[in-house]
């Protein structure tokens, strides 16, 4: 596509519930982050994939995290039994290698009640 | 690893007047530098870059940065700004040596700008 979509654009869980972040990258883009964007916090890493692999996990803050991409295309992140302190934008981004630029999307602004 | 700093939190200014964001990063290897603009919720948008070659990028809406090695800055600056730059504005590093590499975000400036 022409940009990177992500889906839902807002989601609003309930504590304990499980929740799958969806993004689908720029065609032809073989990198895809993920980053979370919090009052105070700024703009976290959660994990870079390479293709199919995730050379980079290490910003993921807990194994209740995590993220899967298939065909080299779309990426799901996870969170499971959710907390508030999930609350937060969720942001992906994809590059082509050597290209320097990343192109992100809009997020999904996940609401933990 | 790689760090960013970003000097102020907040900017308010009058339009029409100029503008700096103050930019200064980390790195013990080479890095490639970029501006990213946020306007009230929306997503980040990429403003300008630094990859190799002149030291001073532009950007269409009048923002230019000046890579500057020895200082470790990649300062942002325009001459006159307009209402519709009120943004949050977002400097950010990644190690050349990994084309791979994560970005690695400053905190963000808010820049407010008033009639």
């Known amino acids: 596509g022409a940009g990177v979509s992500q889906s839902p654009s807002n989601k609003v869980t309930e504590k304990g519930k499980d929740v799958e972040l969806r993004c689908d990258p720029i065609s032809g883009h073989t990198a895809l982050y993920w980053y979370r964007q919090s009052l105070g916090q700024g703009l976290e890493f959660l994990i870079y994939f390479q293709g199919n692999s995730a050379p980079d996990k290490s910003g993921l803050p807990s194994d209740r995290f995590s993220a899967e991409r298939t065909g080299g295309s779309v990426s799901t992140l996870t969170i499971q039994r959710t907390q508030q302190e999930d609350s937060a934008v969720y942001l992906c981004?994809?590059?082509?290698?050597?290209?320097?630029?990343?192109?992100f999307g809009s997020g999904t602004r996940l609401t933990v009640v | 690893a790689q760090s960013v700093t970003q000097l102020d939190s907040q900017v308010p200014v009058f339009e029409e007047a100029p503008v700096e964001l103050r930019c200064n990063y980390s790195s013990s290897v080479s890095v490639y530098l970029f501006w990213y603009v946020q306007y009230p919720n929306q997503g980040l948008q990429l403003l300008l870059k630094y990859l190799s070659g002149s030291t001073l990028v532009e950007s269409i809406n009048g923002f230019e940065a000046e890579f500057n090695k020895s200082q470790t800055s990649f300062h942002l600056r325009k001459p006159s700004v307009h209402i519709s730059d009120t943004a949050e504005y977002f400097c950010?590093?990644?190690?050349?040596?990994?084309?791979?590499?994560?970005?690695?975000f400053g905190q963000g400036t808010e820049l407010s700008v008033k009639p």
């Open positions: 981004a994809s590059r082509e290698t050597g290209d320097g630029g990343y192109t």
């Open positions: 950010a590093v990644t190690a050349i040596y990994n084309q791979g590499g994560k970005l690695i």
